[in-house]
């Protein structure tokens, strides 16, 4: 049986949006580009339902550079507790305040207070589950590495490809903007889908296709139902928000076609 596979990106806090996306598509199985945390005003219930539905199989989860930035401290202060070297402390306060600067402080204000020392179970949780790059097959199946037969490439910013400034591929797949490709695709793949970058609107840029409309600030949710065949279709959800402030991103490539829904709240179009 084949599974309808649901590719959401950046949340960053709004857990309305994530509930309104369930609610769509109640028997998906949700791919989620990562950036789940910061900026937007609640990311731990966007964590808890993420987490939730990663427990019942029903979802699978990317890193974004956020959580990258949020993982830094956490992993240099755990290794400290086991060295006691100094030098793993200091890198552990540098990620983290690295980490706060980008975006973290908006954790630390909804949950009042934030520290290495006290940080949220739920967070480190979620941080173990997550994965780098994905390929989903017309079968609705993820897999790590290509597979043999014809998949779509899934992953935060772009697809894993060396870079002068990020040498681990895996690594760029966190970090790299359009601008900065080209990206290579594995033989087999025919498609890559992303966030990371803000759009006013869905894009397509060669074989990658972008998804981030900034839905913290704009309340504009893109859905990506995977199609290994062809382009997904886009479902946008129009939530509470500033759509004009989508104005400001950049464009590039060519629209794609979307389906709008109207969420209560939603201001007009």
């Known amino acids: 049986m084949t599974r309808q596979v649901l590719i959401i990106p950046d949340l960053h806090g709004r857990p309305d949006l994530l509930r309104a996306a369930l609610h769509q598509y109640p028997d998906a199985h949700y791919l989620c580009l990562g950036d789940a945390i910061d900026r937007g005003p609640r990311s731990m219930p966007v964590v808890e ?20 930035m949020m993982q830094e401290g956490v992993k240099y202060y755990r290794q400290y507790l086991g060295t006691h070297d100094l030098g793993d402390y200091r890198r552990a306060m540098e990620g983290f305040q690295w980490w706060m600067r980008a975006g973290g402080e908006t954790v630390r204000a909804e949950l009042g207070s934030l520290t290495l020392e006290k940080f949220p179970p739920l967070l480190e949780e979620y941080l173990g589950v997550l994965r780098r790059v994905v390929y989903v097959t017309a079968d609705g199946e993820l897999h790590d590495h290509p597979p043999a037969h014809p998949s779509v490439l899934v992953s935060h910013a772009a697809p894993p490809v060396k870079h002068p400034q990020h040498p681990n591929p895996l690594s760029a ?35 990658h296709l972008y998804l981030d409309l900034g839905a913290y600030d704009t309340g504009r949710l893109a859905i990506a139902e995977v199609n290994v065949h062809g382009l997904p279709t886009v479902t946008v959800l129009c939530g509470r928000g500033d759509p004009t402030r989508g104005r400001k991103y950049a464009r590039f490539g060519e629209p794609v076609p979307v ?3 109207d969420l209560p709240g939603a201001p007009p179009r």
């Open 173 to 207: 797949a966190l970090w790299l903007r359009p601008f900065e490709g080209p990206f290579p695709l594995p033989e087999g793949v025919t498609y890559s889908v992303h966030g990371h970058t803000p759009v006013p609107i869905p894009c397509r840029l060669g074989r």
């Open 259 to 261: 389906r709008p829904v």
């Open 49 to 68: 339902t993420l987490m939730d539905l990663h427990r019942a199989g029903r979802a699978t989860l990317l890193m974004g550079n956020h959580e990258r």
